[in-house]
């Protein structure tokens, strides 16, 4: 499986931006995208990656964490091998280099351990 995300840029505190990820190939025969959990990760500058959302086969259940709950919405549109973040009133402790993941059994998956494949990431600016 290969991701391929993008959308990141500079924006300023309040902007609203959308992350793209761009899935192909796949994990195993008879496996597709669709059965995927898809998760986004953040990294920002000295600290470590962290979990910020994930979406479960189906698009029934998502999970944001709390620090952008409210704000950030994660999505999938599986006719398209697609997954996408749309992130509105941004702040300035949003800034990082933004990853996508894939998790090939479709389960829970909020740890990094949980996922098997990733995008190169997206870097996100946002000054005040």
């Known amino acids: 499986v290969q991701l391929q995300a993008s959308g990141g840029g500079l924006v300023q505190a309040g902007d609203s931006l959308r992350l793209s990820c761009a899935a192909s190939?796949?994990?195993?025969?008879?496996?597709?995208?669709?059965?995927?959990?898809m998760g986004w990760f953040r990294q920002a500058p000295g600290k470590e990656r962290d979990f910020v959302a994930e979406?479960?086969?189906?698009?029934?259940?998502?999970y944001h964490t709390d620090s952008v709950r409210g704000r950030f919405t994660i999505s999938r549109d599986d006719a398209k091998n697609m997954l996408y973040l749309q992130m509105n009133n941004l702040k300035p402790e949003d800034t990082a280099t933004y990853y996508c993941?894939?998790?090939?059994?479709?389960?829970?998956?909020?740890?990094?351990?949980?996922?098997?494949?990733w995008g190169q990431g997206t870097l996100v600016t946002v000054s005040s």
């Open positions: 190939g796949r994990a195993a025969p008879g496996r597709a995208f669709s059965s995927y959990t």
């Open positions: 993941a894939a998790n090939p059994h479709g389960t829970y998956a909020r740890l990094e351990i949980h996922y098997e494949y």
């Open positions: 979406i479960r086969p189906g698009s029934d259940i998502t």
